[in-house]
C-alpha cells in the first residue's frame, strides 16, 4: 500500500463545475496536509494546507480532512481552464519531522 | 522579491560526468529539501538540510552529495554513482517554527545525461 494515495486520473469536468479531487494516507500520525497544484513542465505550488479536521477554505478552493478516514480532498469550484494541472497531496508526519511525503497526483483537465 | 532560485533550468551531462545543481533562497528558511520527479512519479527526497552544517539522506540519496555551508544555499551534485540521473530536480525550503510544514519550492532543474 503506497503511504499516500490519489488517483491519476485524468478528471475531465466541464468549466463551471465544482472538482473534486480526493487523497488517502497510511499513517494514522500524519499531522500536516497539503495541496500542491504543478502545471505541466513546471514545479509545485503550495495552493492549500491544513492541520485540523473539518473545511478550510480559500478562495475558490476548499481543502477537507477527516483524520479517522485518513482521507482528505480537495474542492475547486467554479473550474477554470487555467485550473487544469496537475494537483499533489503531501502528508507530514509519517515519518516525524517535517518531511513531506507525496502522492503521484491527479491530472484535472477542465474543459470548454 | 523574496523566493527560490536554482540554476540552470536545463542540463545536459555526458555520462560518467558529477553536476552540481544550485539553490538559493532568501527566504530566511532554516530547512532546504531537494527532490527528484520522474515522469508518473511523486516528488521523492533526496537530501534534506535542517540548519547549516548539517543534513540528512532522504529516501533516494545514493548516487548523490549536498553541502549546506550557508543558510542560503543547498547545491546538489549528481555523481556518476547515480544509475538513472535524468529527472526534473526540485529544491525547496522552510520555516523551522510557525508554519514549519509547507515548503516552497523552486523552479527546478531539468537534468538529461546521455
Known amino acids: 500500500q503506497k503511504e499516500v494515495e490519489q488517483n491519476s486520473g485524468p478528471l475531465s469536468v466541464p468549466e463551471g463545475a465544482i472538482a473534486s479531487l480526493n487523497c488517502t494516507y497510511s499513517?494514522?500520525?500524519?499531522?500536516?496536509f497539503f495541496w500542491y497544484r504543478q502545471y505541466s513542465g513546471k514545479s509545485p505550488e503550495l495552493i492549500m494546507s491544513?492541520?485540523?479536521?473539518g473545511d478550510k477554505e480559500d478562495g475558490r478552493f476548499t481543502a477537507q480532512l477527516n483524520k479517522a478516514s485518513q482521507y482528505v480532498s480537495l474542492l475547486i469550484r467554479d473550474s477554470q481552464p487555467s485550473d487544469s494541472a496537475t494537483y499533489l497531496c503531501?502528508?507530514?508526519?509519517?515519518?516525524?519531522?517535517?518531511?513531506?511525503?507525496f502522492g503521484t497526483g491527479t491530472q484535472l483537465k477542465v474543459e470548454l | 522579491d523574496g523566493g527560490i532560485t536554482q540554476s540552470p533550468k536545463y542540463l545536459f551531462r555526458k555520462e560518467g560526468q558529477n553536476v552540481t545543481l544550485s539553490c538559493e533562497q532568501n527566504?530566511?528558511?532554516?530547512?532546504m529539501y531537494w527532490y527528484r520527479q520522474d515522469p508518473g512519479q511523486g516528488l521523492r527526497l533526496i537530501y534534506y538540510s535542517q540548519i547549516v552544517n548539517d543534513f540528512q539522506k532522504g529516501d533516494i540519496a545514493e548516487g548523490y552529495s549536498v553541502s549546506r555551508e550557508k543558510k542560503e544555499s543547498f547545491p546538489l551534485t549528481v555523481t556518476s554513482a547515480q544509475k538513472n540521473p535524468t529527472a526534473f530536480y526540485l529544491c525547496?525550503?522552510?520555516?523551522?517554527?510557525?508554519?514549519?510544514?509547507?515548503?516552497?519550492f523552486g523552479p527546478g532543474t531539468r537534468l538529461t545525461v546521455t
Open positions: 503531501a502528508v507530514s508526519g509519517l515519518r516525524g519531522g517535517n518531511k513531506l511525503t
Open positions: 527566504l530566511n528558511h532554516d530547512a
Open positions: 491544513i492541520y485540523s479536521n
Open positions: 525547496a525550503s522552510s520555516d523551522r517554527e510557525g508554519k514549519a510544514y509547507e515548503q516552497y
Open positions: 499513517d494514522r500520525g500524519s499531522q500536516s
